[in-house]
């Protein structure tokens, strides 16, 4: 079972702007930890961010099982892709007036170039198995847990003592599409390249008008069923 956590952001004052994400690590650890024995995996990622399968037919359970992601149980971390409906040098688009928008179909349609985030990274993880530690980096717990001595007081050593960071998920596995402009014009795309045709397998437009059209693949195999690396 895959849980998605977005922990909500109390945003400081204006004086005190620079620390945009103060409260974001305890609401990440106390999400994360909340499921912690429950036979969960949980993916923390904002509203704006879509897990990319990228071979189709692929769902998360057979990716954990004996997939692609088997090989990192305790926790994964996806490379973050900022996905646009256009190359750089073309007129940016209203995005977040399509988004606001009700309708049929689905604006990810209309999304065919994607550039890396570096460092933007999100994880998928076992609560049990790891130590949250901000939205953008999570560890896996690597020692032995044990009671300290046999003491009566049950005096604990966690395993959480020793850590890793989790490993790098290849994007021929999965990745993380970024809608950076959902809710508000902010960036236009640098060094954007097409996304694979069918990057959107899972969700597959409504109306013809929206599908995906041309675009090469780019950081894959087997055709058109790579992830879009970079």
């Not at 996304?195 to 059209?213: E, F």
């Amino acid at each position: 079972m895959l849980c998605i956590l977005t922990p909500a952001t109390q945003l400081p004052p204006p004086p005190a702007q620079g620390l945009g994400y103060f409260d974001q690590q305890l609401a990440l650890a106390h999400g994360v930890l909340s499921f912690w024995g429950r036979g969960v995996h949980v993916l923390s990622s904002d509203l704006d961010e879509f897990l990319v399968p990228a071979t189709p037919g692929d769902t998360v359970p057979s990716m954990l099982a004996t997939g692609c992601l088997s090989r990192q149980p305790a926790c994964a971390r996806f490379e973050g892709r900022a996905v646009y409906p256009h190359a750089q040098g073309a007129p940016p688009a209203d995005e977040a007036e399509w988004w606001a928008a009700d309708g049929e179909g689905i604006p990810l349609a209309r999304y065919k170039f994607g550039t890396p985030r570096g460092g933007m990274h999100k994880s998928m993880a076992d609560p049990g198995r790891t130590f949250p530690m901000s939205v953008h980096f999570i560890t896996s717990c690597t020692g032995e847990g044990e009671v300290a001595g046999n003491a009566s007081t049950a005096k604990l050593r966690s395993p959480c003592t020793e850590r890793a960071p989790c490993a790098a998920a290849d994007v021929a596995c999965a990745w993380t599409a970024h809608v950076i402009n959902m809710h508000v014009s902010r960036y236009q795309p640098e060094e954007a390249t097409p996304l694979p045709r069918n990057w959107l397998w899972m969700w597959p437009p409504a109306t013809a008008a929206d599908k995906p059209s041309g675009g090469s693949n780019h950081g894959g195999s087997g055709g058109d069923e790579g992830a879009g690396g970079g």
